[in-house]
């Protein structure tokens, strides 16, 4: 099926299989942030957004973003790089495989709520999963951002 | 999950009438369920174009379009406590913003925790060809013939709650429990191992005696005395709740 795809405010036109998920489609079209992990909407690692919502895009059929806003960490270089320089200063970074999944559901809570608690931070990346188990670290690296922001 | 052939009708009357004229038709909600199913699926129909995303207050309670997504529940002042609660700890927000309401009810999931909200609450189901049906009743009978879910009708009432036991957060419930207070209790429990049942007190405070009102299973998540010894938990947190509903 013939699709147009606006990716990161560009618009690309593709043909995909009816059961094709955005994450095969945006690996495809080269945006290679978007990680394939559990492929079952279960870790998080694949998280884009459409239309400004964080979505698994392992289930996202592409089809179904017809014509429709689709963000991936290419689109959002600048903010990313801030949140992670304080992720990665506290030694969170580890294998790096969950990082853009994580920063794109934190952006989504930032368009939200640009000043979020911790408890508020962690209840949005509770469906994030890191294979290093760095939770403590990222969470350190998180706190630190928002207090540096405030201030 | 494969898909022959995909459809996306832009009104509900198409939409229905390829459901009755198309042969093995599957309707997607959300679709992160039917994303798990290992099936191929010939056709489906999916609703994302059909509008049904609001949430609207009437004079009685409310409605809840077929595709509002959990996450729009969760951010709703108006969503009742126990509605609002229950969807906090299934999966993560990214899930939740597909997952939608009319996907939860449909699939008739027995461990579901917004079906046990809602039966607590008593909600009527808007069909597009049967009209409306209590939501204990499609729990129990399921429907005769293929129809499209429009909206969920919730009446209003004083108080809720709900409660459930995760292992972890964002897994299964091994049991959960929703109450809703109008001018009685109804007390609803889920993930028995069987689907949400209701019945409704005029008080809560015999535990043992509104425990007895339900069946508890053993399945291979947990045994039956187990899921009986959590439900007790969460009843003596609803009583404790309740206690606070009274003073107010």
């Not at chain 2, 879910?149 to 209003?156: E, H, R």
Request: aromatic share 8%; with cysteine.
């Amino acid at each position: 099926m013939e699709v147009t795809l606006i990716i990161n405010g560009n618009r690309y036109s593709v043909s995909a299989e009816p059961d094709e998920m955005l994450l095969n489609t945006l690996r495809k079209l080269g945006f290679k942030s978007v990680k394939k992990g559990c492929d079952s909407t279960s870790c998080g690692v694949c998280n884009i957004h459409v239309d400004g919502k964080v979505v698994p895009s392992c289930a996202f059929l592409t089809v179904r973003a017809d014509h429709r806003e689709i963000t991936t960490l290419e689109g959002l270089q600048e903010r990313a790089k801030e949140i992670a320089a304080y992720v990665t200063a506290e030694g969170a970074e580890q294998c790096g495989y969950c990082s853009p999944g994580n920063l794109m559901t934190l952006m989504a809570l930032f368009n939200e709520n640009e000043n979020p608690t911790m408890e508020e931070v962690k209840h949005f990346l509770a469906g994030n999963l890191c294979r290093c188990s760095g939770y403590e670290g990222q969470h350190r690296g998180i706190a630190k951002y928002l207090e540096v922001k405030k201030a | 999950m494969k898909i022959k052939e995909y459809s996306n009708p832009r009104n509900i009357k198409d939409a229905y009438e390829q459901l009755i004229s198309r042969e093995k038709a599957t309707i997607m909600g959300g679709g992160v369920f039917l994303k798990l199913q290992r099936r191929t699926l010939p056709f489906v129909i999916d609703l994302s174009n059909l509008g049904l995303t609001g949430i609207e207050t009437t004079p009685t309670g409310f409605t809840i379009g077929a595709m509002v997504t959990l996450r729009q529940i969760e951010t709703d002042a108006s969503i009742p406590d126990g509605l609002r609660e229950c969807v906090k700890q299934i999966a993560g927000v990214a899930v939740r913003n597909m997952a939608t309401v009319g996907g939860s009810v449909m699939g008739r999931y027995p461990f579901s925790d917004v079906l046990t909200a809602l039966v607590a609450l008593n909600a009527t189901l808007a069909f597009y060809k049967k009209g409306e049906v209590p939501i204990s009743e499609f729990l129990d009978q399921g429907l005769e013939k293929a129809d499209i879910l429009l909206s969920i009708s919730v009446p209003k009432v004083k108080h809720s709650f709900f409660q459930t036991y995760k292992k972890v957060y964002t897994d299964f419930s091994l049991v959960n429990l929703s109450i809703a207070k109008a001018d009685t209790y109804t007390v609803s429990m889920g993930a028995t191992p069987k689907h949400a049942k209701a019945i409704t007190l005029e008080s809560i405070d015999d535990v043992r005696a509104v425990l007895d009102q339900f069946d508890f299973q053993t399945d291979r998540r947990a045994s039956a005395a187990y899921r009986r010894a959590l439900a007790k938990a969460l009843l003596e947190d609803a009583v404790e709740e309740a206690k606070k509903w009274k003073s107010l």
